[in-house]
């Protein structure tokens, strides 16, 4: 699972970063510690669960077979630096706290733009609020190692350097700082659920109009209310736009839409934000999904980003780059000295490799003469 860029992105999976035991057989030692059958079988069933793998052909599926084999490869070099790093965090003491855990979450959900996209994404991931947890954990352990192990720090000088290399990368279009409330009011929704309510087809065509017309009076009318409400006391926007917007991600976050160029909004939303002025609340905005009530925080100016604006996101980047750099390098320097015995020879780099030239060459065997066998099971075959 990839929620957000992460110093995971250097080689190794979050998710293996946890594991059971159930099955205390090892199949590899590291450093005279175990990695069982049972963690092994663990990841490899969260990555053939994926949907994407699930829509691969039965030969994708083959244990003997290339695919399976290159996950057999790819997951065992990953056990083998989890033991190291959970070796490296066991001997540095590292531990994660509520207060640790809450703050990651935060960060990933503040990243997505919501709770609600949080929880979309974990369902398209196939991932338990559990594992995410766990996820979570492992995430900051690994993160505590290398600050414990490595020099991260950015220097202002480093930001300053990086900023003058790089600047028609902070050359951006005039964007706006803005919230809405959202009352959705789509004339074709509310008329296919009015025609779906009507079961036995009772209604007319100009009965069917009228109650469209009433249901979007209703909105307006509510987004009017809300309106007069808001514009009383702005300083409670954020508070009416949790109770109150159908849009549901921005209003878990008070409203918050970040900000944008005058191209990422559809044309009424963009015309009327580009014309308010900082904390001025607009009348209804009509828009094809509703009825909006805008409220712009702030302003930047088209052109180059001053240093002290972008200075926070180009700090966070390098740290960010130093922390996976600083990553790498120790997963080379602790593969380097570690022992690794494979109790189980089936899961020696050489022998995974072994069997994938002879299932490539059984391949090759099997083409029709005339043709050169496939790559990998999903190339086709050439003339």
């Not at 549901?248 to 918050?256: H, I, L, P, R, V």
């Amino acid at each position: 699972m990839k929620l957000v860029k992460s110093l995971l992105v250097a080689g190794l999976s979050v998710s293996l970063l946890t594991g059971c035991a159930l099955n205390k057989t090892a199949i590899i030692t590291v450093n005279g510690e175990p990695i069982t059958k049972a963690q092994y079988e663990e990841v490899l069933k969260r990555q053939t669960q994926n949907p994407q793998f699930q829509q691969l052909g039965p030969e994708a599926k083959d244990p003997n077979g290339f695919m399976m084999l290159m996950a057999k490869d790819r997951i065992t070099n990953e056990l083998i630096v989890k033991a190291l790093l959970e070796q490296q965090i066991k001997e540095h003491k590292i531990t994660v706290s509520e207060d640790d855990i809450k703050a990651k979450r935060k960060e990933i959900t503040d990243k997505l733009g919501s709770e609600e996209r949080l929880q979309e994404v974990l369902k398209q991931s196939n991932v338990t609020e559990s594992q995410l947890r766990d996820d979570l954990i492992n995430e900051i352990k690994v993160d505590k190692l290398v600050t414990a192990t490595s020099d991260v720090k950015v220097s202002d000088k480093d930001v300053a350097d990086f900023y003058n290399k790089n600047k028609a990368s902070f050359n951006r279009p005039e964007t706006v700082k803005a919230s809405h409330i959202l009352i959705e009011a789509n004339p074709d929704k509310i008329k296919q659920d009015i025609i779906n309510a009507d079961k036995n087809g009772k209604l007319t065509a100009e009965e069917i109009d009228k109650k469209v017309k009433e249901k979007l009076d209703e909105k307006m009318a509510l987004a009017k209310k809300i309106r007069e409400e808001v514009a009383k006391t702005p300083d409670k926007f954020a508070e009416l736009a949790k109770k109150y917007s159908d849009d549901k991600a921005s209003g878990a976050n008070g409203g918050d839409l970040g900000y944008f160029p005058r191209e990422a909004m559809v044309k009424p939303f963009s015309d009327a934000a580009f014309s308010l002025k900082p904390n001025v609340v607009s009348q209804v905005v009509v828009s094809e999904f509703g009825n909006h009530i805008i409220i712009v925080k702030d302003r930047a100016a088209k052109g180059l980003q001053p240093l002290d604006k972008v200075k926070d996101e180009i700090k966070a980047y390098l740290e960010q780059q130093k922390k996976i750099t600083a990553l790498q390098k120790l997963f080379e320097g602790l593969k380097a000295t570690a022992k690794v015995e494979y109790v189980d020879q089936s899961f020696n780099p050489e022998n995974i490799q072994k069997a994938i030239r002879e299932d490539m060459q059984k391949k090759q065997q099997q083409a029709q003469p005339g043709q050169s066998a496939p790559m990998t099971p999903a190339a086709p075959s050439q003339q």
